[in-house]
C-alpha cells in the first residue's frame, strides 16, 4: 500500500514530533500557502456575483482544490517511493507534518500569555491576530484571555486532531485534501454579500470534513481534563449542555469542553472587522479569565492530541483487525 494513503502509527508520531521539533519555518514552502494561492486565484478567474453561478463556480473551485492538493502529495510520495521505500516513507512523514501545527498553535498561545504576563497589553494586541479574527483593539484583558483560550480549544481540532484523525483514516493524501477544505472554508466559507454563495459549498465541506475530528476533540479534552485536573465531569456536563449552542455545528463542542474544563465562560458577542456578532455563551462560570487559563488550556492541548493518537491508533487496529 502507498504511503500517501497509509501511515503506521510509529510514522504519525514521528510526523507529529517533527512538527513539535521544527513547526512551519518561514523558508520551507508550505502546502497551506501553495493551496491558498490558488484558492485566491481560483476566486479571482470565478466570482462573478450572480448567486446561481457563484454556488456552481464555488463548488468546482473546492472540489478542484481538495482534489489537486490531494494527488499533489500522493504523487510527491510515489514520485519518491521511485527512488527506494525510505525514501517514500521520509516524504510522506514530511508532507504529513506540513498538516499539524501544535507547536505554531501553542507558540502563539505563548506569546500573548508572555505579553499579558509582562502586563504589555500593545503587543498582546499585536500577537493575537494569529490566533483569533476577531479586533484586538476591541478586547480588555480578560477579553484576551477568552479569546486565546477559545482559539486554542478550537483550533485543538482544526489544526491538531482533524489532521492527526484524518491520517489514521487516509494517510497524507487524506489529511493534505483536509488542509485543502479547512483553507478553503477559511478564505471562502463566509456569509457575508461576496462568499454567500460563492462559498457554501466550501463551508459545507468543511463542517462535513470536522463533524467527527470535534467531537473527537471534546471527549480527548475531557479526558485531559480528567487527568490534569479532575476536571472531566465539568468538562462532560458543559459540553453535553451548552456544544449545540454554538452557531458553528462543531467549533462549540472543543470550546464547550474546554470552558467546562477550566471552568470559565466562553463565547458571547465579539467584533469582527468593526461589526459585533452576538454569540451563544458556553459554561456557567462568573469568574474573570486568568493568565494561567491560557497555560492550563495550552497543557490541556497536549494532553488531549497524545490521547488522540492513542486512541486513533487503538481505533484503526480494532477495525483493521474485524475487516
Sequence with gaps: MSYAFHLSAPMIVAALACDVAIGDPAWIPHPVRLIGAAIALGERRLHCGDARADYLRGALLALA???????AAWA????AGLIGDAAGAVAAIAIAATTLALRGLDDAAA???RALGGNDAARARRALPALAGRDPQSLDRAGMIRAVVESVAEN???AVIAPLMWLFVGGPAAAIAYKAINTLDSMIGYRDSRYLYFGRAAARIDDAANYLPARLTALCLIVAAQFTARRGAPAWAVCRADARRHSSPNAGYPEAAMAGALDLRLGGDAVYGGVNEARATLGGSVRTPAIADIA????????????????AAITRTIILRLA
Design 111 to 113: 506569546e500573548v500569555q
Design 156 to 158: 485543538s481540532s482544526d
Design 296 to 311: 492550563a488550556a495550552r497543557q490541556l492541548m497536549w494532553w488531549a492530541t497524545g490521547a488522540a493518537v492513542i486512541l
Design 76 to 79: 510527491l510520495i510515489d514520485a
Design 65 to 71: 482544490v481538495i482534489a489537486i492538493a490531494s494527488v
